[in-house]
Nanobody, 122 residues
C-alpha cells in the first residue's frame, strides 16, 4: 500500500515556474514507477510525465517536453515535477501516481494522490 500527498501547486504568471512534490508513504516507494497526470476543468485526465523506479527512464507528453522535468529521490520517498515556462493551458489539477511500469496510460497506476491545483495566469 502506498499513500501519496502532492504539494507545491499555486498561482503563477505565464512564463513562470513551479515545482510540485509528491511524498509517498511506505517502504516500497523505490520499487514503483511514478507519474504525473493532470486534469483541467471539463477535460479528461491526461498524462504529463513518468519516471522508472530507479530514475533511469523518463517519458513526457509532447505538450510539456522541454519545459517540465520529472525526477525522484528514493531516499526521501519523493517524486518531483519541475515546471518551467508555464502557459495558461497548463492550468489543471496535478496528480501523482504510482504503478508497476512507467507507462502513459492512467490505468497502469494503482495509487493516486489527492491532487494539487496549478493555475497559470496570462
Amino acid at each position: 500500500q502506498v499513500q501519496l500527498v502532492e504539494s507545491g501547486g499555486g498561482l503563477v504568471q505565464a512564463g513562470g515556474s513551479l515545482r510540485l512534490s509528491c511524498a509517498a508513504s511506505g517502504r516500497t516507494f523505490s520499487s514503483y514507477a511514478m507519474a504525473w497526470f493532470r486534469q483541467a476543468p471539463g477535460k479528461e485526465r491526461e498524462f504529463v510525465a513518468t519516471v522508472s523506479w530507479n530514475g533511469g527512464n523518463t517519458y513526457y507528453a509532447d505538450s510539456v517536453k522541454g519545459r517540465f522535468t520529472i525526477s525522484r529521490d528514493n531516499a526521501k520517498n519523493t517524486v518531483y515535477l519541475q515546471m518551467n515556462s508555464l502557459k495558461p493551458e497548463d492550468t489543471a489539477v496535478y496528480y501523482c501516481a504510482a504503478g508497476n511500469f512507467a507507462l502513459r496510460n492512467s490505468h497502469s497506476y494503482n495509487y493516486w494522490g489527492q491532487g494539487t491545483q496549478v493555475t497559470v495566469s496570462s
